[in-house]
């Protein structure tokens, strides 16, 4: 018992140490051991252990000191990767990040076909011309984590239900380490967002809420620097709460959810009723030419979506919703409706407690998020 009690020590101090170096880094080993409370002796052993991993590197600062001149650390940023992935019916996006949470590369590619198998396949595929690219062994590569739509459970990571991709427990987690052998993470694409909106945000910002409107509607909030989860992991699936229990059919079973109301395909088949258009681009181009139909469509989407951000409100008292999805970022004519419309249908009392914000991080959030994930839970899982 003694034994395992010092090995848990000795590894929660070392990711302590690395995590500190993450944070605050440049850091010298009088400062960590400062900062940590242990002996020199102790912050000296950890550090050379960090540097033997190549996970940090000394670098050289232009301080000026009295006495002898003290090295500093901070993470071996060329040298470890983390990559993050964006699955959604649109296809894939795909990030390399260092060590140091910069994107230095990013493409979007099409789904060839939406099957998991498929989908793993073109994962890897993409995965090896990146290694390829940046001419990457397999020891620089530390993990991979995807975020996608629906329903996950992280730890096993499991696709329990994604409306969109139609897939039903699903294995995520497992297949894909079958196929690469690095560490996997799975979980909710706009958690993974609201991790890097939440890099993003001001200075005390401390509770982050992201609404996603695209194909389906969702949120998530981060407290403190922590997801909220909920018991299942589906905390914050506001696409699935019921406005009209008379109302569409959903995929999920229910009748009246409200992302019936908002999402791009219910849309679409609305529209369908009236006019055969294909995309939403499509249908806002139809309001330019006069259209009533299409304004009264886009109209009852956008106070829908006013809606979500009121619930959203009331449910996480947030500092700042953050507003993201395809509808928000790629449709200015629905982004400056709904910040006209949204004002209208807040709770009396919370108007003046929170900020609307656009998304910060763009079509980069989900990828950097995830990527960042990643990263965190290697720290807190994985050195030895």
């Excluded at 990571?157 to 991709?165: H, M, R």
């Excluded at 052998?181 to 910002?205: H, R, T």
């Excluded at 992201?210 to 998530?220: L, Q």
Aim: proline share 3%; hydrophobic share 40%.
């Amino acid at each position: 018992m003694e034994v395992k009690n010092h090995n848990f020590l000795k590894h929660e101090n070392v990711r302590l140490v690395l995590k500190l170096i993450s944070d605050h880094g440049p850091i010298s080993r009088a400062e960590i051991s400062k900062y940590m409370k242990m002996s020199a002796t102790s912050a000296s052993r950890i550090v050379a252990l960090l540097s033997e991993k190549h996970l940090i590197e000394e670098v050289a600062l232009d301080r000026q000191q009295v006495g002898r001149k003290a090295n500093y650390f901070t993470l071996n940023k060329n040298g470890i990767y983390f990559i993050g992935v964006e699955l959604d019916v649109f296809g894939l996006r795909i990030g390399l990040m260092n060590f140091d949470e910069e994107m230095i590369f990013k493409k979007t590619v099409a789904l060839k076909e939406p099957l998991p198998e498929l989908v793993i396949q073109q994962i890897k595929e993409e995965i090896m011309m990146i290694k390829k690219q940046f001419q990457l062994a397999d020891n620089h590569i530390l993990g991979l984590c995807v975020g996608l739509p629906g329903i996950i459970e992280p730890e096993e990571g499991i696709v329990e239900f994604s409306v969109q991709l139609q897939w039903k427990n699903y294995p995520l987690k497992e297949k894909i380490q079958e196929q690469l052998g690095i560490p996997v993470q799975v979980d909710n694409e706009l958690k993974m967002k609201a991790i890097s909106e939440y890099k993003l945000a001001d200075d005390g910002v401390e509770h982050l809420a992201v609404i996603g409107f695209g194909s389906g509607v969702g949120s998530a909030l981060i407290s403190h620097n922590e997801i909220n989860r909920g018991k299942s992991n589906f905390a914050g699936e506001i696409g699935h709460t019921i406005v009209d229990p008379n109302g569409t059919y959903c995929p999920c079973g229910n009748f009246g959810c409200l992302q019936t109301y908002i999402a791009e395909p219910f849309l679409l088949n609305e529209a369908a009723k009236v006019k055969n258009v294909a995309t939403i681009t499509e249908l806002i181009n139809e309001i330019e030419k006069g259209e009533v139909w299409a304004k009264n469509l886009v109209d009852k989407a956008i106070k829908y979506a006013a809606i979500a951000i009121n619930n959203t409100v009331c449910s996480y008292n947030p500092d700042v919703v953050i507003l993201s999805g395809s509808l928000i970022e790629n449709h200015p004519y629905i982004q400056k409706e709904l910040l006209k419309e949204y004002p209208s249908t807040i709770w009396n009392l919370a108007h003046g407690t929170f900020d609307v914000q656009i998304t910060n991080s763009k079509d980069e959030g989900i990828i950097l998020g995830a990527a960042i994930h990643m990263k965190n839970y290697f720290i807190d899982h994985i050195i030895l």
